[in-house]
């Protein structure tokens, strides 16, 4: 079942926050961000586990709230190399890295 | 490191054609994914071998379709014939298996259209 992003695009100006949800009708185990620029491929930005264990990017944040099965990415004081398409990644079977994309949340950042 | 590397970047060829597109994962890594990305249907896992073995091929759309990884350093996914509905960006991933949870890396894609 495939993760519904909110919202699918938003426009910011450089130096404003913005925040992506991304939730699941089933449980989690993790949750995977990456971000997609035109044309290029996906990047990682961050990994969030069940339990807690978070890993990935020194200047964006994210949450993972297993009970309501939802996580959100939060970019604060947002700058022009954001802009792109982020991704949230979902895997309900521990172990098995078998993903799940949402549809994306396309951020642009305009000066 | 070079990263993962695709090839072709581009194939346009058409209807009824056989496609093969070539995958060589990071050194080192032992998991291999192929995703297929549409405007449509977004980013969607084909399938995906850990060490050269295929573990879930639930995702690939049609017996037209195969993926084989004979060795650790090369997989191959192949679609016959090609239809226009196969129209799409194919991206290779690849991780590894040890070291605790971490990140794929995808390579930059190939863009088939089929005609």
């Known amino acids: 079942q495939q993760p519904v992003q909110s919202p699918q695009a938003v426009i910011l100006r450089e130096g404003e926050d913005a925040v992506i949800n991304c939730s699941s009708s089933?449980?989690?185990?993790?949750v995977h961000w990456y971000r997609q620029k035109h044309g290029e491929a996906p990047v990682f930005l961050m990994i969030l586990l069940k339990g807690g264990e978070q890993k990935g990017h020194d200047k964006i944040s994210a949450s993972f709230n297993e009970k309501k099965q939802q996580s959100s990415l939060y970019l604060t004081a947002s700058q022009l190399s954001y802009s792109g398409t982020y991704f949230c990644?979902?895997?309900?079977?521990?172990?098995?890295?078998?993903?799940?994309f949402g549809k994306g949340t396309k951020l642009s950042v305009i000066p | 490191d070079a990263g993962v590397i695709q090839s072709p970047r581009h194939e346009v060829t058409e209807m009824g054609q056989e496609v093969t597109l070539r995958c060589k994962p990071i050194s080192g890594h032992n998991s291999l994914f192929w995703y297929r990305q549409t405007m449509m249907r977004g980013l969607e896992l084909l399938i995906y071998?850990?060490?050269?073995?295929?573990?879930?091929d639930s995702g690939m759309p049609e017996d037209r379709f195969s993926a084989k990884m004979p060795n650790a350093s090369f997989s191959t996914l192949k679609i016959q014939p090609s239809e226009p509905r196969d129209s799409a960006v194919y991206f290779c991933?690849?991780?590894?298996?040890?070291?605790?949870?971490?990140?794929?890396?995808f390579g930059p894609g190939t863009r088939l259209t089929v005609l």
């Open positions: 990644g979902t895997e309900i079977r521990a172990g098995s890295y078998q993903l799940t």
């Open positions: 071998f850990n060490n050269n073995v295929p573990i879930d």
């Open positions: 089933k449980a989690l185990y993790s």
């Open positions: 991933a690849s991780r590894k298996l040890a070291g605790g949870y971490n990140e794929q890396f």
